[in-house]
């Protein structure tokens, strides 16, 4: 019998990813999502890529009720949690909508998945809870800290999920702190597709490179990095969804949870993804630098090696492989999912 896994948040951007992923590593999943930040388009192309109807319920994962329902129609072993809002500006102006939706939704599906007996839980947290690294790299351990509402969200989600494997260790948890996932499936048919203007850097590259903006802005050249401008630790989201699937294999082959980085452990300047964009794309990304972005830390890396020796897993394309398939998704959907 296959494992089946209850996908939150299913149709968004990582999401839709990892359930490819989880599909090709033998998993059955049932996704769910109220499209709020995402498409039902994403479910036609998941058909044709993984040849399968995806078996998908439509619901906010804050409703109780719809949750409950969910579970009594399908019994699921475990749960991916990706249903949450992610925009800092966005969480630091609407503080209630964030803890309500991130918080809500992350305690009304494992108050379910406990009634239902299904408790390996992995979970979106955020290299974000390291907030300004002391040290790099980032190893599991250092200091933890939230400069915004969103970050605290996770945070406190991460707290939640220990005090649940505290008070019953049949709960098996995995925190999973994504460091900058960009790239898309190497088909072009799924990728990132934010609504209105984009916060992060690869979309709003993307979006230059093929003309749907006229400039991108540099937050700042005057860090103490190489070049000047921040440098991140980008990882491709088809290795990131590959590193669900191994923190899942972990959680039913051992006993236990565990919190670990995904990353690459390579930083990249502003300017070296701007680069590697154009190269990838062959179009130019103009650029104006401007002062910095508030809340931006100069720069943040994985040391990924927890990962290694854990999972077994770590991540295998480069920059340019990212950029080449971020512009393959953008120049094949201009418009995202309604082009
Ligand atoms: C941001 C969030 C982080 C969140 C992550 C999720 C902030 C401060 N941090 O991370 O909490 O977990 O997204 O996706 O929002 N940049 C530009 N011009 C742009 C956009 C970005 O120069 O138009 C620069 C930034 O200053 C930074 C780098 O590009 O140096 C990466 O920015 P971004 O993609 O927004 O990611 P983070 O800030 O690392």
């Given at each position: 019998m296959k494992?089946?896994?209850?996908?939150?948040?299913?149709?968004?951007?990582?999401?839709?990813?990892?359930?490819?992923?989880?599909?090709?590593?033998?998993?059955?999943?049932?996704?769910?999502?109220?499209?709020?930040?995402?498409?039902?388009?994403?479910?036609?192309?998941?058909?044709?890529?993984?040849?399968?109807?995806?078996?998908f319920e439509q619901a906010n994962v804050c409703d109780a009720a719809a949750v409950e329902a969910i579970l009594a129609r399908h019994k699921v072993d475990a749960c991916v949690h990706f249903a949450a809002f992610k925009a800092v500006g966005e969480s630091t102006a609407q503080p209630l909508a964030y803890y309500a939706n991130n918080l809500g939704g992350l305690l009304t599906v494992c108050a379910a998945l406990q009634r239902h007996g299904a408790r390996r839980f992995v979970f979106s947290s955020s290299a974000t809870v390291y907030g300004q690294p002391e040290r790099l790299p980032l190893h599991e351990d250092a200091a933890l800290s939230a400069t915004n509402p969103y970050g605290q969200t996770k945070l406190m989600g991460e707290q939640i999920?220990?005090?649940?494997?505290?008070?019953?260790?049949?709960?098996?948890?995995?925190?999973?702190?994504?460091?900058?996932?960009?790239?898309?499936?190497?088909?072009?048919?799924?990728?990132?597709?934010?609504?209105?203007?984009?916060?992060n850097l690869m979309p709003y590259v993307a979006q230059v490179a093929v003309g749907r903006r006229p400039e991108l802005s540099v937050y700042g050249n005057d860090y103490p990095t190489p070049d000047g401008t921040g440098v991140r630790d980008y990882i491709h989201v088809v290795d990131l969804a590959e590193g669900h699937v191994a923190a899942l294999r972990r959680l039913f082959d051992s006993p236990g949870s565990f919190?670990?980085?995904?990353?690459?452990?390579?930083?990249?300047?502003?300017?070296?993804?701007?680069?590697?964009?154009?190269?990838?794309?062959?179009?130019?990304?103009?650029?104006?630098?401007?002062?910095?972005?508030?809340?931006?830390?100069?720069?943040?890396?994985?040391?990924?090696?927890?990962?290694?020796?854990?999972?077994?897993?770590?991540?295998?394309?480069?920059l340019a492989r990212m950029c080449e398939d971020s512009w393959r998704w953008q120049s094949m959907n201009p418009q995202g999912f309604t082009s």
């Open positions: 494992p089946t896994v209850l996908l939150t948040g299913a149709t968004g951007y990582i999401a839709s990813h990892t359930w490819l992923a989880l599909q090709a590593a033998g998993f059955s999943v049932v996704g769910v999502d109220d499209f709020s930040n995402s498409s039902p388009e994403v479910l036609k192309r998941l058909q044709v890529l993984s040849g399968q109807a995806p078996v999920l220990r005090d649940l494997g505290h008070a019953d260790a049949a709960w098996q948890t995995a925190c999973l702190r994504y460091f900058n996932p960009v790239g898309a499936h190497e088909s072009g048919r799924i990728g990132e597709d934010p609504r209105g203007t984009p916060n919190t670990v980085n995904l990353g690459t452990g390579n930083g990249c300047s502003v300017l070296d993804v701007v680069a590697a964009f154009a190269k990838a794309s062959g179009r130019p990304v103009p650029y104006r630098i401007l002062g910095r972005r508030p809340g931006d830390v100069a720069a943040c890396w994985a040391d990924p090696s927890l990962a290694r020796a854990l999972l077994g897993w770590s991540a295998r394309h480069d």
